[in-house]
Every structure is written in C-alpha cells, then in structure tokens.
C-alpha cells in the first residue's frame, strides 16, 4: 500500500497558486509525493529518532477498524498525482518526503 503526501508549505503554496491563476479549474489532486507506506514509516521514524516498528498486518488492522473501515482508510491503494497542477506550471518546493518530514520534526521548529 501507499500513501500520498504534500508538506504544508506546499499545500498552501498550492492553493494560493490556483486563487492567483482561475484557468485552472475543477477537482485539482494537491499531493506532492506517492510512497509506499513502508518508506513513509521509515522516514517518519528517522525523522522523530524513534525505531520503526514493524507494519500491523492486514488481519489486525481489519479487526481493529472493522473490514470495510480498514479497506477503505488504511489498505486500500490510491495513488493520486498532481497532474492538473503540474500542467498549470505550479512546481513543489518539498518534494523528498526524508527531507521534509526531517525538517518538520528538527529542534529549530519544535517549542519543547
């Protein structure tokens, strides 16, 4: 499975870009990035220096929201591009979802 990403920089960049630009029109994808949910593990947990457990299987996912909650949130593959977007020239700025979740979670932007 995976999982479609976009930093909040991006997101509000996004939709600024498409209030300036009324061209662009109709359901418009805003996510930055695809990955597979392994890698998002792996990156958030670098990211927060804590261990990346081990993923949940299906199984217990399904037990623990019920068959059609864990299809339709957590084990379902969507994979949504920015295709509109990109066709009206918007370019991302955070676009290694490593990056952009280490900067996120630094020293320098948490208040602990």
């Known amino acids: 499975q ?3 990403w976009i930093s909040l920089h991006d997101a509000v960049s996004a939709i600024i870009f498409l209030l300036d630009h009324p061209e662009v029109s109709g359901p418009v994808n805003l996510t930055s990035g695809f990955v597979d949910q ?4 792996e ?3 670098s990211a927060l220096s804590r261990p990346c457990l081990l993923p949940a299987p299906g199984f217990a996912v399904k037990m623990l929201l019920g068959t059609d909650m864990a299809q339709a949130l957590v084990l379902s593959n ?8 990109k066709d009206a020239g918007f370019h991302f700025r955070d ?3 490593a990056a952009t ?3 996120i979670y ?3 932007h948490t208040d602990s």
């Not at 969507?78 to 977007?85: G, K």
């Open 2 to 4: 995976g999982v479609s």
């Open 38 to 41: 392994a890698a998002f593990a």
């Open 43 to 45: 990156a958030l947990a």
């Open 78 to 85: 969507y994979r949504v591009e920015p295709l509109r977007l």
């Open 95 to 97: 676009t290694d979802l």
């Open 101 to 103: 979740l280490t900067n």
């Open 106 to 108: 630094s020293d320098e």
